[in-house]
């Protein structure tokens, strides 16, 4: 059997799997636009906001629906799988067989990838449909943040599993980055209203830079190349740092 087929077997069971996961499917696929609907049911949210330079709130947290998705998948989602696997010897009796334990990490990439991108587009598409939320005017500067976004939140997680011995710890560690990243993201306060010294400080993170890129995007701006350059930054850091960490038993 070649390589291609039996890579495609594993993606192929790691999809169906996904689907017996109700918990993961709802938190990833649709927490994020649940929470823009609630956000955006409040009659207020849908005003203009003088300290959102004009956007009205809803609009702020279309970008932040969209980082959500990305950040449960990533960081709590596919750690904790990853780390399973692990923890009951799978990876381990895959190496007697012809599938590539890679194949199975690219298969988790892969899918937890495709998911993110779900939550975002349905993030985009109800923000347009029921509280109309501009679509992103740089579409191409908007797709390069968001890709970015991708490849940084899964090598994040790739190093939380690399660095979990157990699922136990693998949720700990999730949980514990968690908080921050939904902070950086702008959850509770959009990056745009966050004072000028944190709105900087935040801009290091992946997930504040990534806000801010989307947010230029969205304003129909090319993202700023220094955002773009840190979300570069720590997926080539964070990749390195999965590639050296990771252990299959």
């Known amino acids: 059997m070649s390589t291609a087929v039996v890579d495609t ?9 996904l689907g017996r996961e109700p918990g993961s499917l709802f938190w990833t696929l649709l927490f994020p636009t649940l929470l823009l609907v609630i956000l955006g049911s409040i009659p207020s949210f849908r005003e203009p906001e003088a300290g959102l330079d004009g956007l009205r709130t809803v609009d702020a947290y279309v970008p932040v ?4 998705g990305l950040i449960v998948g990533g960081i709590q989602a596919m750690p904790q799988t990853l780390t399973g696997y692990r ?3 799978i990876l381990r009796r895959m190496s007697t067989t012809p599938v590539r ?3 199975l990490l690219s298969a988790q990439m892969l899918v937890y990838g495709s998911a993110a991108l779900a939550s975002a587009l349905l993030a985009l598409a109800v923000g347009r449909l029921a509280f109309d939320v501009t679509l992103p005017e740089q579409p191409f500067g908007y797709v390069l943040a968001l890709v970015l976004t991708v490849l940084a939140v899964l090598a994040l997680g ?3 599993s690399a660095l979990s011995r157990t699922t136990k710890i693998a949720g700990a560690v999730g949980s514990a980055v968690f908080f921050p990243a939904m902070f950086c993201a702008g959850v509770w306060m959009p990056v745009q209203a966050m004072p000028d010294v944190l709105a900087r400080i935040v801009g290091y993170t992946p997930f504040g830079a990534a806000a801010q890129a989307l947010n230029q995007a969205a304003a129909g701006d090319w993202p700023g190349w220094d955002h773009l350059g840190v979300l570069a930054a720590w997926t080539i850091l964070l990749t390195a740092g999965a590639g050296r ?5």
């Open 9 to 17: 077997a594993v993606l192929k069971t790691e999809i169906r799997l």
């Open 65 to 68: 629906a969209v980082l959500l």
């Open 158 to 160: 790739a190093v939380i």
């Open 245 to 249: 960490w990771f252990r299959w038993e």
């Open 87 to 89: 923890e009951r010897g």
């Open 101 to 103: 334990p890679v194949a």
